[in-house]
């Protein structure tokens, strides 16, 4: 995968996150607050994983002990952390040679495992894992009688003129 890819698919994490978000922060109901919750937690374990994942990409410890925060972060305050967290992710790739990419890492997992990853392994878990647990997200957003944005790649380069 070359660099391009990579930035196109970080672009389309961000636009996703964003409609992710923005369809959670729409849904109020009383009979759907423990699904939002779900939600909310699904979205901030991306963000903390994403995180975690930029430092062992530097090279620097992350500072978590669990792959989720205690506390439940606010739509809102998440929507500005994802956007930044993938915002330094297209900016590291813009920046990296293609020999960076190939570059193995040593990390610590947090249960305290030792890892080693390439630097795309690394970028591919932070695309992948996303779309994982956005998945869920939107199978939740049904459930509460929402429509979950359209998680799909060919959305994404459509409408941004790909």
Not at 2 to 19: E, H
Request: glycine content about 6%; some cysteine.
């Amino acid at each position: 995968m070359n660099k391009d890819t990579l930035v196109t698919l970080l672009k389309y994490k961000r636009w996703i996150d964003s409609a992710t978000l923005e369809t959670i922060k729409g849904i109020s109901a009383p009979s759907c607050a423990e699904k939002r919750h779900l939600m909310l937690r699904l979205m901030n374990h991306i963000y903390v994983v994403d995180m975690i994942f930029k430092a062992n990409i530097l090279g620097q410890p992350h500072g978590y002990t669990a792959l989720n925060t205690p506390e439940t972060p606010s739509v809102d305050d998440l929507a500005v952390n994802v956007a930044a967290s993938t915002d330094w992710y297209i900016q590291h790739v813009n920046t990296m040679a293609p020999a960076d990419l190939e570059k193995t890492i040593t990390f610590t997992f947090v249960d305290g495992g030792n890892g080693e990853m390439t630097a795309i392994d690394m970028l591919n878990h932070v695309l992948f894992h996303g779309a994982y647990h956005r998945g869920a997200i939107g199978w939740l957003i049904s459930e509460c009688g929402a429509v979950p944005p359209k998680d799909v790649l060919t959305v994404f380069l459509r409408d941004h003129n790909h």
